[in-house]
């Protein structure tokens, strides 16, 4: 067995959200040469579960093991009986974390530095369309780039939000944006505070705002905006019909604890 090779997936498995607990299971399988295998990842966030399973494959020519992708299915609790299921891969750069796949899942935006087909680092919001899918019935990811104009920082300035009075509370706060959660922050206005949540939206260059009941408070939504939200979650919703609009998540997922079991093999 390769230990290095080891280490190296060890660690890989750790910095794409899974955690230290796969050593084991993963030096098993790689001691006794298993050409292709599975590591499963069972996790919740919120009141949704979460399962994980981690793709690994042989080189034909040497004993070096790849982790190559990972599927992803989340289950609502109000819709025990379907779940969405996407497919994320490993590249050679910054991979897609557990918890920003749920997050493109739930329909928000992820924040990521990219690498090209030439080696170059780029940077991009990702975003899942979900009116588009592939043979494999995965969704299609769409890139909004630098270029495209969309400044985070500048855009929440535009709102009386308390946390941008402190430096650390505002980095924080646009850290926690770009790895697509749905954020707490606290609203002053004419004296009094208000909280409610909020979420990245690139697309339209702005931030969608809710209220402790999870509803839209944005009232300069433009018309444009409106119709293609409503036509992107009645996509989502038609896919086996899994999935509930945002409003319906509970107020106290952004600080919502993952609760880990044991990882299995399969």
């Known amino acids: 067995m390769n230990q290095k090779n080891l280490e190296y997936l060890k660690d890989q498995i750790k910095y794409t959200g899974f955690g230290e607990g796969f050593e084991a299971p993963l030096k098993r399988m790689m001691e006794i040469e298993k050409p292709a295998f599975k590591l499963v990842h069972e996790t919740k966030f919120g009141t949704d579960k979460v399962e994980a399973r981690m793709n690994f494959s042989k080189s034909k020519q040497t ?7 990972y599927q992803v299915s989340v289950q ?13 891969y490993i590249n050679k750069g ?5 918890k920003e796949a749920y997050n493109l899942m739930e329909g928000r935006s992820v924040n990521k530095d990219l690498t090209n087909k030439e080696g170059q680092l780029y940077n991009a919001w990702l975003q899942m369309d979900f009116k588009q899918s592939d ?8 890139q909004y780039h630098q270029n495209y104009g969309y400044d985070l920082e500048a855009t929440l300035s535009k709102h009386p ?3 941008l009075e402190n430096e650390t509370y505002k980095s924080n706060l ?3 944006l770009k790895k697509g959660n749905l954020q707490s922050a606290t609203f002053q206005n004419e004296g009094s505070e208000q909280k409610q949540y909020i979420e990245a939206n690139p697309r339209f260059k702005t931030i969608n705002i809710y209220d402790s009941n999870m509803q839209r408070v944005d009232n300069r ?9 409503a036509q992107s979650r009645s996509a989502k919703q038609e896919h086996k019909g899994q999935q509930q609009p945002i409003a319906d998540e509970a107020p106290d997922i952004p600080k919502a604890k993952k609760k880990r079991k044991r990882p299995t093999i399969t």
């Open 63 to 69: 004993d070096m093991y790849f982790f190559n992708s």
């Open 76 to 88: 609502k609790e109000n819709n025990p009986d379907e779940a969405m299921k996407q497919t994320f």
């Open 94 to 98: 910054n991979n897609i974390t557990l």
């Open 135 to 142: 043979d494999n019935g995965n969704f299609k990811i769409q």
């Open 161 to 163: 939000i308390k946390e």
């Open 174 to 176: 646009i850290d926690s």
């Open 221 to 229: 939504q433009s018309k444009t905006e409106k119709q293609s939200e």
